[in-house]
């Protein structure tokens, strides 16, 4: 198998543990973790698929990324000042769990 | 009690039952991809040498793509605008940093910014540029915060307001300047290509590091006398 491929399912693999963490736990600083890890996963696809190249990797994958990266932590940082508004105005940082109530 | 923990297994077993398929049906189609495959490489390497720069990356970040990296800008900076807006935060506890973290970030700050400076400059021709530099910048930002810095309260008006904002309208002022000039809208002309990418990066450089150490920050810093109380560098709480 291609070394890309290899690194392009170990991104499906980092996304599908991202939902499933995003879905299981509810601290709200796990989900925003969670939603990060997805977001690595989409990253790791997006590089290791831009390596299918006879000779220097695909450029333009890599500025989208970069461009990503960026995005993805101010989009972070905004989550975590909603969450810590939230904690403040209601003393709760955990989503209420139906499933063991 | 036996039965609620009975659906919460439950329950996750059926979650990790539709995971996989969602996985399987990902990889599937991951794998199902040519496996080979340029993309658009052989169109940037042909139009390299139009771009102004000589690295790929950078070629796609500020001139073929320059859009992208306009809006992601502007993306930035709202994202800021949404922490502010969400109001003051009550004051977190901090605690004096240890004499050893104070004086090592005090000799690592400028390496810092030396860096962040070879980082931009590199960028022409090497991986790097105006993103790179700017995280490398904002790390050297939310080291001096951890160690209790706090930029002093004339810093914090106007000036720290104009720095935000000046990657994003250095950017907008070239995009327009060149349509001014008779060109298309962010189409660069090579004589002046390399010069106003790197004026970009350079604004684009500052505004980001700033912007996302003033995302660490949190709140809108208190610009009036009555509330800044911790100002200057080394004062501590």
């Known amino acids: 198998m291609n070394i890309a491929f290899f690194y392009a399912l170990t991104g499906v693999g980092l996304f599908t543990l991202g939902v499933y963490a995003l879905i299981v736990y509810t601290h709200l600083l796990r989900k925003i973790l969670a939603i990060n890890v997805m977001g690595s996963g989409v990253f790791l696809v997006l590089v290791a698929l831009a390596a299918r190249t006879q000779n220097a990797p695909d450029p333009v994958p890599h500025a989208m990324v970069i461009t990503g990266i960026v995005v993805a932590i101010s989009a972070t940082a905004l989550a975590l000042a909603l969450m810590l508004r939230l904690r403040d105005a209601s003393n709760h940082i955990e989503l209420p769990d139906e499933s063991v109530e | ?237």
Request: hydrophobic residues 55%; aromatic residues 8%; proline residues 5%.
């Open chain 2, 1 to 237: 009690m036996t039965k609620h923990i009975n659906k919460q297994i439950l329950f996750r077993l059926l979650l990790v039952l539709l995971l996989s398929v969602l996985a399987v049906g990902l990889g599937y189609s991951v794998l199902s991809l040519p496996l080979e495959a340029s993309g658009l490489s052989a169109r940037v390497t042909e139009n390299l040498d139009a771009s102004g720069v000589s690295h790929p990356v950078t070629a796609v970040l500020l001139n073929f793509r320059a859009y992208d990296t306009l809006l992601e800008m502007a993306v930035l900076l709202l994202a800021l605008l949404g922490v502010w807006s969400l109001g003051d935060m009550h004051e977190h506890r901090e605690s004096a940093p240890g004499v050893v973290l104070d004086m090592l970030s005090r000799l690592l700050i400028p390496l810092f910014v030396l860096v962040a400076g070879y980082l931009l400059w590199i960028g022409a021709n090497a991986p790097g540029g105006a993103f790179q530099a700017g995280s490398v910048l904002a790390a050297a930002g939310v080291l001096m915060l951890l160690t209790g810095w706090r930029p002093s309260v004339w810093f914090m008006g106007l000036p720290l307001r104009i720095t935000l904002v000046f990657g994003l309208v250095a950017f907008v002022t070239a995009a327009v300047m060149v349509q001014l000039a008779g060109w298309r809208m962010l189409e660069f002309p090579l004589s002046v290509a390399g010069a106003l990418i790197l004026l970009i990066e350079a604004a684009a450089t500052l505004s980001i590091g700033i912007t996302l150490a003033a995302l660490f920050l949190g709140s809108r810093p208190p610009t009036d006398q009555a509330t800044g109380k911790r100002t200057g560098p080394g004062a501590k709480k």
